[in-house]
């Protein structure tokens, strides 16, 4: 398999030396990996330096996700490009099962299916028994921005992450809407599974700016760069929030659990 891997990191170094620990754990090569530092004032850039990654890129500045996504994905220019979030763990064959469930149903861009919140179960013995009995199960048209593969096609007819450190977090939202109207396929698998922990780097750049845990990052107005009427936009959300619903209906019916969960109940909720 033609593939790399890459996220960017701000801070958080524990939580960038668990993703990496995982991965190292079920073999996933380093070398595939380029980590993107936006100036992290902690200890993160002397602990990626002491690691055999494929590349470490380290800006001056924080310049935001487009911009470090983009730089990761033309690095290491590959037929897939994993690019996904720092604060995650990757379980036994997830970029197998994410690059094979995608040639599959020929798919563009794929995500794995997922558990959110912290790690209170057995996230291994749960992402191999997932994995059995949902490898197979697919949420066609529907993909996010925690972990995604994307194929080297949709750089080519859709175009990258756009490159403005303003954005804070909105560039998944512009990148998913060009890559819709270029006519890409995406889908989420149960074929792959990770541990996220939840935003952990949006959520310390909101305490930096002193904004409460609900208070959007990014400009209130970003959504106007879609170019999309109001009604439009207002009605793809109540599309979506009714096809997530039947979704998460179907699977929990056929294998007892759905594709993306949650753990801060204290129990696996989905």
């Not at 911009?67 to 590959?78: F, K, M, R, T, Y």
Request: with cysteine; aromatic share 10%; proline share 3%.
């Amino acid at each position: 398999m033609d593939y790399a891997i890459t996220f960017a990191c701000y801070n958080q170094v524990d939580y960038t030396r668990q993703c990496i620990e995982s991965m190292q754990r079920v073999g996933t090569p380093l070398e595939r990996l380029v980590v993107v530092d936006n100036a992290s004032g902690d200890e993160t850039l002397a602990y990626l330096r002491g690691l055999p990654l494929g590349k470490i890129i380290h800006n001056r500045d924080n310049l935001g996700c487009g911009v470090a996504w983009n730089q990761g994905a033309l690095e290491l220019q590959s037929e897939w490009t994993i690019i996904m979030n720092n604060d995650v763990l990757v379980s036994p064959q997830w970029v197998q099962g994410l690059i094979e469930s995608a040639t599959r149903h020929q798919l563009d861009i794929v995500s794995p299916a997922m558990i959110e919140g912290p790690l209170n179960y057995d996230f291994a013995a749960f992402a191999q028994q997932a994995r059995q009995r949902a490898g197979s199960t697919m949420r066609l048209g529907w993909a996010h921005a925690v972990c995604l593969a994307v194929h080297q096609r949709v750089w080519k007819e859709a175009g990258y992450f756009r490159a403005s450190p303003k954005l804070l977090g909105y560039e998944d939202t512009l990148f998913f809407h060009e890559a819709r109207k270029a006519g890409m396929q995406v889908g989420t698998t149960g074929a792959s599974w990770l541990h996220h922990f939840g935003s952990i780097t949006q959520s310390a750049m909101k305490r930096e700016r002193g904004l409460k845990e609900s208070q959007e990052l990014g400009y209130r107005y970003n959504h106007r760069l879609l170019h999309q009427p109001w009604l439009e936009r207002k009605m793809d959300k109540v599309r979506l929030k009714r096809q997530l619903r039947q979704w998460r209906e179907d699977e929990i019916a056929q294998l007892g659990f759905s594709l993306w969960g949650s753990s801060t109940s204290g129990a696996l909720s989905w």
